[in-house]
């Protein structure tokens, strides 16, 4: 089976179905009641730290590609960006439905009073242009307007971390952890554009 093949039929459904193993992990646990003391918080924060993890695979695909030579990486960028998308929309789902039970005074009330739901929200709101012109259809219709609109990237990883790190007011480790990956990915970014 040549490379083209391969890539369609067998990693793009293999990959698919490795981003949703944390979506079925949580139906599980929702399922089998084992989500620990607080299943509703659980959801919410767990739909949320994958939404970044898929941010950081997404922001990874092209240093990973240069690196290791493997121009067909590329080919699951949108499948992982849109993966982002789905969480982050579940993340803001759960919590609206489970910690303000879907009051949506309370939601206007929380993105206007809490600094870190505002940007949460923010980057959520910038996540749905990229989404709506993550088509082949929609790159070659803005051309060189979609490599400046998908810039946006950058400015939603910086709002969540912002947002993560604001939420976590014990242990750092994993925002910093977060945080030290999209600088390592973001400065080889720059030392690349001014290397060309």
């Given at each position: 089976?040549?490379?083209?093949?391969?890539?369609?039929?067998?990693?793009?459904?293999?990959?698919?179905?490795?981003?949703?193993?944390?979506?079925?992990?949580?139906?599980?646990?929702?399922?089998?009641?084992?989500l620990?003391?607080?299943p509703?918080?659980?959801?919410?924060?767990?739909?949320?730290?994958?939404?970044?993890?898929?941010?950081?695979?997404?922001?990874?695909?092209?240093?990973?590609?240069?690196?290791?030579?493997?121009?067909?990486?590329?080919?699951?960028?949108?499948?992982?960006?849109?993966?982002?998308?789905?969480?982050?929309?579940?993340?803001?789902?759960?919590?609206?439905?489970?910690?303000?039970?879907?009051?949506?005074?309370?939601?206007?009330?929380?993105i206007?009073?809490?600094?870190?739901?505002?940007?949460?929200?923010?980057?959520?709101?910038?996540?749905?242009?990229?989404t709506?012109?993550?088509?082949?259809?929609?790159?070659?219709?803005?051309?060189?307007?979609?490599?400046?609109?998908?810039?946006?990237?950058?400015?939603?990883?910086?709002?969540?971390?912002?947002?993560?790190?604001?939420?976590?007011?014990?242990?750092?480790?994993?925002?910093v952890?977060?945080?030290?990956?999209?600088?390592?990915?973001?400065?080889?970014?720059?030392?690349?554009?001014?290397?060309?």
């Amino acid at each position: 089976m040549n490379k083209p093949l391969l890539i369609k039929w067998v990693a793009k459904p293999l990959i698919f179905f490795l981003a949703l193993l944390p979506f079925l992990a949580l139906v599980v646990g929702i399922i089998d009641q084992d989500l620990g003391a607080d299943p509703q918080k659980y959801v919410v924060h767990k739909t949320g730290e994958w939404a970044l993890r898929f941010l950081l695979i997404t922001l990874s695909i092209t240093p990973f590609r240069r690196w290791f030579k493997m121009p067909q990486l590329i080919k699951f960028r949108r499948m992982m960006g849109l993966f982002v998308m789905f969480y982050a929309t579940l993340h803001l789902t759960s919590y609206y439905l489970l910690l303000l039970e879907g009051d949506i005074l309370n939601v206007v009330e929380d993105i206007v009073e809490r600094p870190y739901i505002t940007v949460g929200f923010t980057a959520w709101l910038l996540l749905i242009p990229l989404t709506i012109t993550s088509t082949n259809k929609m790159m070659r219709r803005l051309g060189k307007k979609w490599i400046k609109l998908h810039r946006l990237v950058y400015w939603i990883m910086g709002l969540g971390l912002l947002h993560f790190i604001w939420l976590i007011k014990s242990d750092l480790n994993e925002p910093v952890l977060y945080v030290l990956i999209a600088a390592v990915l973001g400065g080889y970014r720059v030392w690349f554009k001014y290397k060309k």
